[in-house]
């Protein structure tokens, strides 16, 4: 038994969401292998592609109203001061945005930057280019949301890349969202952008790597703090 336990605790989780589209992929490689038989191995290739593109791992973060950490795997493409979309209801002054690209190899399961009140949600059509485009933010498909913190309201988009074709987001307006806490997810690849408040600095840098739920993306005032941390 204690082989089978390490065995699962290496294993990494499969989100419930991605079950569908494994099987899919694998039945079709199975189709394919009763024509030609190397057609069965590229496609069960791409099956395990799927499962590795639908893994929802455990994730250790901090805890504290003054952190925010990043709500998705990936790497930190853009850092600075942009106007919100109007949709968001955010005003039209600048705040700082930090962007984090996911390609169709990270992680893909979205996490609550802050912790707080799920106050809008706001669903908007649009293009699908390249999610790493500044201009992504206004033209692609898009769904936003506005989480009531401690410290004024934080705004976090999922937008569309140029193969995602489904944005997923669970939680409705009135749920309460912890730090780090799973809130939806993309198809399959594509970005996400944080609004922070008046008073958040950034923590990361352009080109960076960040993981959801786990890397500090900014902090409100100036201090640099060791925080208790969580496990989900």
């Avoid at 336990?5 to 990494?12: E, G």
């Avoid at 690209?101 to 992680?107: E, L, Q, R």
């Avoid at 970005?191 to 993306?217: C, H, N, S």
Wanted: charged residues 20%; aromatic residues 10%.
């Amino acid at each position: 038994m204690h082989i089978f336990d390490s065995i699962r605790n290496i294993l990494v989780p499969i989100h419930p969401a991605g079950h569908p589209f494994i099987a899919v992929f694998f039945g079709i490689a199975v189709v394919l292998g009763l024509f030609w038989q190397p057609l069965f191995w590229f496609g069960l290739i791409l099956t395990l592609w799927c499962i590795y593109f639908f893994r929802d791992p455990q994730r250790v973060g901090p805890v504290s109203n003054d952190l925010a950490v990043s709500p998705a795997d990936g790497r930190v493409s853009l850092v600075g001061h942009v106007v919100p979309p109007a949709e968001m209801e955010l005003g039209s002054e600048p705040l700082l945005r930090i962007s984090v690209f996911m390609s169709v190899f990270d992680c893909h399961v979205n996490r609550a930057p802050v912790a707080g009140t799920l106050e809008r949600i706001a669903y908007r059509k649009g293009e699908f280019k390249n999610a790493e485009l500044d201009k992504a933010s206004e033209v692609n498909e898009r769904n936003s949301l506005v989480i009531q913190s401690v410290h004024g309201p934080v705004g976090v988009t999922q937008i569309a890349g140029l193969i995602a074709r489904r944005i997923i987001s669970w939680p409705k307006v009135g749920d309460a969202l912890q730090t780090g806490e799973r809130f939806g997810l993309i198809r399959f690849g594509s970005r996400l952008d944080i609004y922070l408040p008046k008073g958040f600095v950034p923590r990361v840098a352009e080109g960076q790597l960040a993981y959801a739920g786990e890397t500090v993306i900014a902090e409100y005032g100036d201090e640099l703090h060791v925080w208790p941390v969580r496990r989900d």
